[in-house]
């Protein structure tokens, strides 16, 4: 009886130990495949139309490669969205220079998602770890990707293309490029055209953002930096930046408390065109070097080589600081040539640099 009852058990215990995902190859053509395919661990995505007000959403499992072989196409409603997302471990998602298409023009109205019609934003929302790469994004409604990676993620040889948006008659706004809240991330080789933030770094640490193109937009930018929100360890490498409003720019929030920004590096970055601010460090936001808030820590800014030119009206350098800016930010390799010269607030442990 007990020889019976241990081969009885057997059959549980081998079912138990098999791995949850299956070797195979799902092919994804509309929504109503995704189910089965997100159970292998090779997806491939071909070119289809996401039905309006539908998010196109893979949970892959954890070591998953996905293709995209097609350009996919969002249906156009007034929703919040988001148009896309991913999430897993350890994913490779290799985009094949296909488009995510979001019809951006059915939805700008000027104001972006601060108003009027309710747009889906962010369009792209990144939650995996991994690689991302060679993906396009066309014309998105709003803010293009957010990314919240559970460990490390690099995205590579992207483009976010809403050039579209600046057509006469055209309202396209607050189209932030990459909003970021996160930490291990690396964005690289990409190319950005859009009309706010080529990237926002809200809160987090351990990020890069290196040789990538940044066109048309507000410039690169960490923060606004909120209450309670920590950036540390932050590096800006050899990107280029043409025709935005700034080109390097820090932004706290003026009733910000309880947060910091620490340990950022600019270094090896070009940028031409520059309209508004070649370099500005405010921490009056959402005013414009207005009365700064104290209760925001900052230190450790340096400025490696940079190289920036801005147009007649614009201010070369403005730093707007609060009681919390403190210790020797080294600027020696910063040069800012055009424009007229701005102005330092509040603050005297800036060494050196050409502006």
């Known amino acids: 009886m007990r020889f019976s009852l241990a081969l009885a058990a057997l059959p549980v215990a081998l079912v138990a130990a098999s791995p949850a995902g299956r070797r195979c190859t799902g092919t994804i053509s509309s929504?109503?495949?995704?189910?089965?395919?997100?159970?292998?661990?090779?997806?491939?995505?071909?070119?289809?139309?996401?039905?309006?007000?539908?998010?196109?959403?893979?949970?892959?499992?954890?070591g998953t490669t996905i293709n995209l072989l097609g350009d996919v196409k969002f249906g156009v409603a007034n929703w919040a969205g988001p148009l896309f997302s991913i999430a897993g471990n350890k994913l490779v998602f290799n985009g094949n220079g296909h488009t995510f298409d979001g019809q951006g023009a059915s939805y700008w109205d000027g104001q972006g998602g601060?108003?009027?019609?309710?747009?889906?934003?962010?369009?792209?929302?990144?939650?995996?770890?991994?690689?991302?790469?060679?993906?396009?994004?066309?014309?998105?409604?709003?803010?293009?990707?957010?990314?919240?990676?559970?460990?490390?993620?690099v995205m590579s040889k992207l483009t976010i293309d809403n050039s579209a948006g600046d057509k006469p008659n055209s309202k396209s706004v607050l189209s932030d490029g990459f909003d970021v809240s996160t930490t291990d991330l690396t964005i690289e080789d990409s190319t950005i055209y859009n009309q706010d933030d080529c990237i926002a770094i809200n809160?987090?640490?351990?990020?890069?953002?290196?040789?990538?193109?940044?066109?048309?937009?507000?410039?690169?930018?960490?923060?606004?930096?909120?209450?309670?929100?920590?950036?540390?360890?932050?590096?800006?490498?050899?990107?280029?930046?043409?025709?935005?409003?700034?080109?390097?720019?820090?932004?706290?929030?003026?009733?910000?408390?309880?947060?910091?920004?620490?340990?950022?590096?600019?270094n090896g970055n070009t940028a031409t065109g520059?309209?508004?601010?070649?370099?500005?460090?405010?921490?009056?936001?959402?005013?414009?070097?207005?009365?700064?808030?104290?209760?925001?820590?900052?230190?450790?800014?340096?400025?490696?080589?940079?190289?920036?030119?801005?147009?007649?009206?614009?201010?070369?350098?403005?730093?707007?600081?609060?009681?919390?800016?403190?210790?020797?930010?080294?600027?020696?390799?910063?040069t800012v040539t055009g424009g007229k010269a701005g102005k330092v607030y509040n603050y005297k442990g800036i060494k050196a640099g050409t502006y």
Request: proline share 4%; glycine share 8%; hydrophobic share 35%.
């Open 203 to 266: 809160k987090g640490s351990n990020i890069i953002f290196q040789r990538n193109t940044c066109s048309g937009g507000h410039g690169i930018s960490i923060g606004s930096v909120s209450a309670d929100a920590t950036v540390n360890n932050i590096q800006i490498l050899n990107n280029k930046v043409v025709n935005n409003d700034q080109a390097l720019r820090i932004k706290t929030k003026a009733d910000a408390t309880n947060a910091s920004v620490t340990n950022v590096v600019f």
């Open 114 to 153: 601060n108003g009027g019609v309710t747009k889906p934003h962010p369009m792209m929302k990144i939650k995996m770890s991994g690689t991302y790469s060679n993906v396009k994004v066309l014309n998105s409604p709003a803010h293009v990707y957010s990314i919240s990676n559970p460990a490390a993620l």
């Open 31 to 62: 929504l109503d495949d995704v189910t089965a395919a997100q159970k292998c661990t090779t997806i491939n995505i071909n070119a289809f139309t996401v039905p309006a007000g539908k998010t196109f959403a893979i949970s892959a499992l954890d």
């Open 274 to 334: 520059i309209k508004k601010y070649g370099v500005i460090v405010d921490q009056s936001y959402p005013s414009t070097l207005g009365t700064p808030g104290n209760n925001v820590a900052m230190s450790g800014i340096s400025f490696g080589t940079n190289n920036i030119a801005v147009t007649s009206d614009a201010q070369r350098v403005a730093v707007n600081c609060g009681s919390k800016c403190t210790g020797t930010w080294d600027w020696s390799g910063l």
